[in-house]
């Protein structure tokens, strides 16, 4: 049961993730209107957050958090170094710093977070049970 309500959860943040950055993503898109912009980033991001959370939810192995877990985990470093860090433009991948948090912002952190400790949490105990057997 345990396994199973970790696995929903996580669905959620990742899916709260999801929604978030494809609500954002047509205003972030405007820095670079004809390349790879920020809203195009941010889609991509909110599709593979959407795959991670279906993987979880229909699988629950240990590749299904192991995913889950890098896709939330990334997600918060990435939100969290454009936070704090002036990253220039890398080729097509724009510079996306902003510094400020903002209400939808800080609401994606803390489902990255969440999503992404309980993905880590669901992943140990697999491996504790299976190395229990």
């Known amino acids: 049961m345990l396994m199973i309500v970790l696995r929903v959860l996580i669905g959620v943040g990742l899916m709260v993730s999801a ?3 494809l609500q954002l993503a047509s205003g972030f898109q405007q820095a670079a209107p004809s390349g ?3 809203g195009a980033l941010f ?3 909110a599709v593979v957050s959407i795959l991670a ?3 979880v939810l ?3 192995s240990r590749a299904a958090f192991a995913i889950a877990a890098i896709v939330a985990l990334s997600a918060l470093a990435a939100v969290v170094l454009y936070r704090y860090v002036q990253v220039p433009a890398i080729g097509p991948i724009p ?3 902003e510094p400020v948090w903002y209400p939808q912002k800080a609401l994606t952190a803390v ?3 969440f999503a992404g400790t309980l993905a880590v949490i669901g992943y140990v105990l697999l491996l504790r049970r299976r190395n229990d057997t």
Do not use: F, T
């Open 53 to 55: 959370a279906a993987y």
């Open 36 to 38: 790879i912009g920020g």
């Open 58 to 60: 229909i699988r629950g």
């Open 19 to 21: 929604v978030i950055h």
């Open 111 to 113: 489902a990255e977070a």
């Open 95 to 97: 510079s996306m710093y």
């Open 43 to 45: 889609r991509i991001q």
